[in-house]
C-alpha cells in the first residue's frame, strides 16, 4: 500500500513541478535515462528519454506559456500509476510550427505509467 501511495503522490508532483511550475530540472530528476513516453503528441509518437521529453515539454511551454494541467483523479496500484487530467492554456506562441491563434484551449487526457525507483520508466498518454 505505502508503494501505491507513494506513487500516486510522486505522479502528482510531475505534473505540478514539470508542467505547472516549468521546472525542466524535474525532467530529469523524475524521468528514467530510458524512459519511454507513447502518444506525445500525438497518439503514434514514441518519445525515448528525458533529452526527448525537453524538446516537447519546452515545444508547448513555448506555444501555450499560461498552460496549466489540472489533475483530477489518480490511481495507483503497486508500480503503476493512472491519473486524469485537464490541460488549459491560451495559444500565445508559434512553437506549433504555426502562428500563435490567441485562443483559449482545454485538452482532457489521461496517462498510466510505470514509476520504479522514483522515476517514470514507461508511460501511455491518451488525449
Given at each position: 500500500m505505502a508503494?501505491?501511495?507513494s506513487n500516486e503522490e510522486f505522479v502528482r508532483r510531475f505534473f505540478e513541478e514539470v508542467w505547472n511550475r516549468r521546472n525542466e530540472a524535474a525532467i530529469g530528476q523524475m524521468l528514467s535515462?530510458?524512459?519511454?513516453?507513447?502518444g506525445l503528441p500525438d497518439p503514434d509518437a514514441v518519445l525515448r528519454g528525458p533529452d526527448?521529453?525537453?524538446?516537447?515539454?519546452?515545444?508547448?511551454?513555448?506555444?501555450f506559456p499560461d498552460l496549466h494541467i489540472t489533475v483530477a483523479d489518480v490511481i495507483a496500484s503497486g508500480d503503476r500509476v493512472a491519473a486524469r487530467w485537464q490541460a488549459t492554456g491560451t495559444h500565445l506562441g508559434d512553437h506549433l510550427g504555426f502562428p500563435a491563434t490567441g485562443k483559449r484551449v482545454a485538452l482532457d487526457g489521461a496517462t498510466i505509467g510505470i514509476v520504479r525507483q522514483g522515476r517514470i520508466v514507461e508511460a501511455w498518454n491518451m488525449m
Amino acid at each position: 500500500m505505502a508503494n501505491a501511495e507513494s506513487n500516486e503522490e510522486f505522479v502528482r508532483r510531475f505534473f505540478e513541478e514539470v508542467w505547472n511550475r516549468r521546472n525542466e530540472a524535474a525532467i530529469g530528476q523524475m524521468l528514467s535515462a530510458d524512459c519511454v513516453a507513447y502518444g506525445l503528441p500525438d497518439p503514434d509518437a514514441v518519445l525515448r528519454g528525458p533529452d526527448e521529453f525537453r524538446v516537447l515539454h519546452a515545444t508547448f511551454c513555448g506555444a501555450f506559456p499560461d498552460l496549466h494541467i489540472t489533475v483530477a483523479d489518480v490511481i495507483a496500484s503497486g508500480d503503476r500509476v493512472a491519473a486524469r487530467w485537464q490541460a488549459t492554456g491560451t495559444h500565445l506562441g508559434d512553437h506549433l510550427g504555426f502562428p500563435a491563434t490567441g485562443k483559449r484551449v482545454a485538452l482532457d487526457g489521461a496517462t498510466i505509467g510505470i514509476v520504479r525507483q522514483g522515476r517514470i520508466v514507461e508511460a501511455w498518454n491518451m488525449m
